[in-house]
């Protein structure tokens, strides 16, 4: 259509507005996803002192945040701005499973039991606070994402998120 507008010479058009501001609103948040994974990889180096630990703890994201495009498109949820804000979030709340369980085993092993015995310890002791915690955080995000459609994207995406990565985990 704006290709048959005739145009004076030394005339444009072009689109911008809310067009222009969705795209670098997109552009900036996912910029941040990419230095939140940065520096929570860097905090887990830390505290784990093991690069191989760290990334077993944040092999989850990428499971959790293919798991909201999937739910997205099973329930024609639109991405959304919020929706991407509740991607990132779900970053840091779905590291915290992997997080408690590698330390637990590393405690346990420091105790001197054997590896797998190490593992089944850690699941079996933190299942319950994980389960726990992730229901509180799925039953408080539940009545926004039901009720309001802005919010649909950022509570659907945690839900969902928190969902699966809780049961791969």
Do not use: H
């Amino acid at each position: 259509f704006a290709d048959t507008l005739n145009l004076p010479t030394g005339y444009a058009w072009q689109t911008g507005g809310v067009n222009d501001e969705n795209r670098k609103s997109v552009e900036s948040i996912l910029q941040a996803m990419v230095l939140s994974a940065i520096l929570i990889l860097i905090t887990m180096v830390i505290q784990f002192q093991s690069f191989r630990q760290s990334l077993i703890v944040l092999i989850v994201i990428p499971l959790a945040v293919s798991s909201v495009f999937l739910a997205f498109a099973l329930t024609g949820t639109p991405l959304s701005f919020p929706a991407l804000i509740g991607v990132m979030s779900l970053f840091g709340i779905v590291v915290t499973n992997s997080m408690f369980i590698v330390d637990k085993i590393n405690i346990n092993q420091r105790q001197g039991m054997p590896f797998k015995e190490a593992i089944a310890d850690a699941g079996a002791s933190r299942l319950e606070p994980i389960i726990l915690t992730k229901l509180c955080t799925v039953l408080g995000l539940l009545p926004i994402t039901i009720t309001n459609e802005l919010w649909r994207g950022l509570g659907g995406a945690i839900i969902s998120g928190l969902l699966v990565a809780s049961t791969i985990m």
